[in-house]
């Protein structure tokens, strides 16, 4: 499988909430770094997408602009979605970079403006303190703390 035909595959399983197809295309080492979830290894990158997926009920993806050179490809998604924790709806811009070895994604780094999606996710909070490290940290705990919530309640 060329790495282009990976990405795709990638994007497919998420256009269609399957997390574990996702899952399926990380090696088992992955390293997944976001601005809402910080950095994250191995498991908590599949448990992270399939507690997401398990919360997306009018999530939608568009994906474009897959490039693959050598070990490393790039994409351009926009993921439309309401954020379970307050309700909003939010239009999220995301530039992924991905690290591949032996047909495997081993680095996914997913960059978008963490401002922005806060003014959408948490409304006025977002809106006055979405700029700041201390939100930024705020944001990656929550984050984090529902994951681990998942990973305590999900079957191993």
């Known amino acids: ?35 809402a979830f910080g950095p994250l290894h191995g498991r908590e990158v599949s448990d992270m997408w399939r507690m997401l997926l398990a919360r997306a009920d009018d999530f939608t993806l568009a994906v474009s602009d897959i490039k ?44 978008f403006d963490l401002w922005r999606w806060s003014r959408q996710a948490l409304g006025i909070k977002g ?7 201390k939100m930024r940290e705020e944001i990656q705990t929550q984050a984090r703390r529902a994951l681990k919530r998942y990973q305590n309640k999900a079957p191993t």
């Not at 060329?2 to 996702?22: G, K, P, V």
Request: aromatic share 12%; net charge negative; charged share 20%.
């Open 1 to 35: 499988m060329q790495n282009a035909e990976l990405i795709e595959n990638f994007y497919t399983a998420f256009q269609s909430l399957d997390a574990e197809a996702m899952s399926a295309c990380h090696a088992p080492d992955v390293r997944f770094e976001d601005p």
């Open 68 to 111: 693959s050179i050598g070990q490393s490809a790039s994409a351009h998604a926009t993921a439309r979605y309401t954020y379970s924790a307050t309700g909003r709806f939010v239009v999220n811009e995301i530039q992924t970079r991905f690290a591949i070895r032996d047909g495997l994604i081993v680095e996914q780094t997913d960059s």
């Open 127 to 133: 809106w006055l303190f979405g700029w700041s490290p």
